[in-house]
């Protein structure tokens, strides 16, 4: 039997399954602009949502009050480092002293920029 008595034709077929192709690649691409479109805002986030994710004054007073409280050690470790920190660069010479405000200003226009 070929393809005339059963009533397929080639070329038909052939288009079939390149119309299903693109189909699916039009959905695919349709697919992944929402996709993209959905990481680029939060419109699709209502208020009320946000308002749960964010802290008003008083959860933050209290929020920094715990981590203060919970990380007292690492804090004053801090400080004595820096105080220490401090009393060398006063006893140091300079040239040194002045290195360190050279990086010093350094720093602060990178953090400025």
């Known amino acids: 039997m070929n393809q005339r008595e059963n009533g397929s034709n080639s070329a038909t077929g052939d288009q079939t399954e390149v119309d299903g192709v693109s189909d699916k690649f039009q959905k695919s ?4 602009s929402i996709t993209d479109d959905e ?3 939060l419109s699709d986030i209502d208020d009320v949502e946000v308002d749960g994710y964010l802290n008003n004054d008083e ?3 209290y929020k920094t009050i715990i981590w203060e409280e919970m990380n007292r050690e690492q804090a004053a470790a801090a400080v004595a480092k820096m105080e220490a920190s401090q009393v060398e660069l006063e006893n140091c010479s300079d040239e040194l002293r002045a290195a360190h405000e050279l ?3 350094a720093v602060a226009k990178s953090r400025k920029e």
């Open 29 to 32: 691409k349709d697919t992944s």
């Open 39 to 41: 990481s680029d805002g």
């Open 59 to 61: 959860e933050t007073r």
């Open 103 to 105: 990086a010093s200003a």
